[in-house]
């Protein structure tokens, strides 16, 4: 069993900032890329940004020097730090992680429950 809780979503004015954590528990061998994605209303989700095992980095254009991801590895935890938050910004956000549970399977996508980011004054 393989276990996402998300945590740091909020109400926020514009400008401001918000820092969401994903922690994953649970039968775990190894983590490989973990990422945020996000759904605002009548829209699909997209992808915010992402973090491989090795520290590299995508980020959506949208988000691009505002938003930093980083993760701790031995706390098997991502983070999404977000500043100069703008009302379009506004969506649930979802922690996804690709990891491997044993030796021999494959690494499968696990989805977090999403927590609410409303930027709004």
């Known amino acids: 069993q393989v276990q996402l809780v998300e945590s740091g979503g909020g109400l926020v004015q514009p400008g401001g900032s918000l820092r969401l954590s994903c922690a994953v528990s649970?039968?775990?061998?190894?983590?490989?890329?973990m990422g945020w994605y996000r759904r605002a209303p009548g829209n699909q989700r997209e992808l915010v940004a992402v973090?491989?095992?090795?520290?590299?980095?995508n980020y959506a254009d949208s988000v691009k020097g505002r938003f930093t991801i980083s993760r701790d590895n031995a706390k098997n935890t991502v983070y999404l730090q977000m500043n100069s938050l703008k009302p379009e910004d506004t969506a649930v956000y979802y922690c996804?992680?690709?990891?491997?549970?044993?030796?021999?399977?494959?690494?499968?996508?696990?989805w977090g429950q999403g927590t609410q980011v409303t930027v709004s004054s």
């Open positions: 973090i491989t095992s090795g520290g590299s980095t």
């Open positions: 996804n992680v690709n990891l491997r549970r044993r030796p021999m399977e494959y690494a499968n996508n696990y």
């Open positions: 649970g039968s775990i061998l190894s983590i490989n890329v």
